[in-house]
């Protein structure tokens, strides 16, 4: 029997493989050490290329750089359209793209696709059509799904119906210059039913796009909803969505925001609050003041972005919460972005000797949102 040759190990060649594949949002076509392992011998191929090819994009966000990565791969598929199995994350910039790629890659059937980034502009150069969106037959392992629009809610609301009722993560950035909501769309489509939803609304402050909003003209289903993230909205009205089933609350604020009663999340078990400055707005220490002996939360994190500290409102912040009673005291994670940081710890007294603070540095947390949907 002839002895098997190490290069064939299955065991050695997914090590080796492991070592160069990072993260699948780091990975793109120029990667040397992956373009190499696919040249090491024939057993080496098809995983070398499920990692090179799995996210065919890159975090660059020079959109002369994307489009260029992007026509690579274009290439790559005419020439070996086998590769589209192994794709899983996929970004469309629709300002970076050149038409012929992008309907290239709208045409495709990417069967093990789970992640698709889109953005797009509503302006001259780049108005959508609808052989500029992925069909919904072609997508049937789609997951999550970031939508950054810069357009009138027509446009986002014409983009959503784009997409099969698969998915279950919604990633919204959207830039409306106007707050019109427009007329209902006719749709015999299922409801998309989410698990989680991230929502940047940049129009007038206002959540109007949440439920209830006629079944036609909304294609997204929150009464399971399980994660919830909302950014710098000025008002808010929670009785328009559904809290019962959220364990995971995200909240950008700004000094204006209410005091959100989380009476109306018993199943709450991680709370963020995401602060463009070091000062903590009212609605942190509010909201903190309304958790109760009936909650399961076990985890609380304060995420700030700049100096200076102000040791008053870091101080009621540090007593409210190590007066909390529930059956076990939240941790508390303080997120910061400082080259040098302060010392946090002399700000929080009462729950360091609890032994429920730590310091989370943002080299650790790039991606903390996803970091917490991943904990579902």
Request: proline share 9%; net charge negative; with cysteine.
């Amino acid at each position: 029997m002839p002895q098997q040759s190490p290069l064939d190990i299955s065991e050695l060649l997914d090590r080796c493989i492991n070592l160069f594949a990072r993260s699948a949002v780091d990975i793109y076509l120029d990667a040397p050490d992956l373009v190499a392992c696919c040249l090491v011998a024939r057993s080496w191929v098809h995983p070398a290329q499920s990692w090179l090819f799995r996210a065919p994009t890159h975090t660059n966000p020079n959109l002369a750089f994307l489009s260029s990565v992007m026509e690579k791969f274009c290439a790559a598929l005419l020439a070996s359209p086998h590769l589209l199995q192994h794709v899983h994350l996929l970004r469309l910039d629709h300002s970076a793209l050149r038409p012929h790629c992008l309907e290239l890659l709208c045409r495709q059937s990417f069967t093990r696709l789970e992640n698709l980034r889109i953005r797009v502009e509503n302006d001259s150069q780049t108005a959508p059509t609808p052989d500029t969106f992925p069909r919904p037959s072609t997508l049937p392992a789609l997951r999550h799904l970031s939508l950054d629009v810069i357009g009138p809610f027509s446009l986002l609301d014409s983009i959503v119906h784009q997409f099969p009722p698969t998915i279950e993560h919604l990633d919204l950035d959207c830039t409306a210059w106007d707050s019109q909501i427009p007329s209902d769309i006719a749709s015999t489509t299922p409801l998309i039913q989410l698990k989680s939803a991230r929502l940047n609304m940049w129009d007038d402050g206002d959540f109007t796009w949440f439920p209830p909003r006629p079944r036609s003209s909304y294609p997204f289903d929150f009464s399971q909803l399980k994660a919830l993230a909302i950014l710098y909205a000025s008002s808010i009205d929670w009785s328009v969505i559904p809290t019962n089933s959220i364990e995971i609350l995200d909240l950008h604020v700004r000094y204006e925001n209410t005091a959100v009663d989380l009476t109306a999340f018993p199943m709450l078990r991680i709370l963020r609050f995401g602060m463009d400055r070091s000062h903590i707005p009212r609605i942190v220490p509010e909201t903190v003041s309304t958790i109760t002996a009936q909650h399961r939360i076990n985890t609380i994190i304060i995420s700030i972005w700049s100096s200076p500290i102000n040791q008053v409102e870091y101080g009621e912040v540090d007593s409210i919460i190590s007066s909390i009673q529930t059956p076990t005291l939240p941790a508390v994670e303080l997120e910061h972005g400082f080259d040098y940081p302060p010392d946090f710890a002399r700000y929080f007294p009462k729950l360091i000797a609890k032994n429920s603070f730590r310091v989370v540095s943002y080299n650790f947390v790039r991606n903390r949102w996803q970091a917490l949907v991943n904990q579902l």
